[in-house]
């Protein structure tokens, strides 16, 4: 009896002790905004003849107020799809591109991680249809006309 006693104790004190109830905590807080891996054309890639880009980035994506802060330089008169694939996103144009054009695609605070939500800011993508990638500046100095001095 006693040793039975003895066996019922101890397997109630085992039972008791295996699980603890709770909730896992999930480790720290991810605070890092998505990276960029690789894409395809190659960003600042030149002679780009396709009607896609795919952009691969090392986590789940999503993307945020796309309509407002996607700019796609020059503009084109229909608006390209954008689309989030996963770990990725892609961009397909709507027309035809120009011959011999640089295009920036203008990310904005719109690419963020899923889970989270923390942005990539002013994440630019840019490619030519042309031999050279276009810097989009002007350099200059302005003279007055009459003196010829700078102004």
């Given amino acids: 009896m006693k040793l039975s006693l003895y066996f019922t104790f101890l397997i109630l004190i085992l039972i ?29 890639s030149v002679r780009f003849n396709g009607d896609r880009v795919d952009i691969y980035f090392d986590e789940y994506l999503q993307l945020k107020d796309q309509n407002k802060e996607i700019i796609i330089s020059p503009p084109m008169k229909k608006k390209p799809l954008v ?48 031999d050279v990638i276009d810097s989009l500046s002007v350099t200059g100095s302005v003279k007055d006309a ?4 700078p102004e």
């Avoid at 397909?92 to 120009?98: I, R, V």
């Avoid at 889970?115 to 042309?130: A, K, Q």
């Fill in 16 to 44: 008791q002790g295996c699980a603890k109830m709770g909730s896992p905590t999930g480790g720290p807080k991810d605070v890092n905004p998505p990276l960029y891996l690789s894409s395809f054309p190659e960003n600042r």
């Fill in 83 to 130: 689309r989030v694939r996963e770990k990725s996103i892609r961009v397909t144009f709507g027309e035809d591109l120009l011959p011999n054009t640089t295009y920036t695609i203008n990310f904005g605070k719109a690419i963020a991680d899923l889970n989270e939500g923390n942005p990539l800011p002013d994440f630019e993508f840019v490619f030519s249809t042309g």
């Fill in 146 to 149: 009459f003196t010829l001095k």
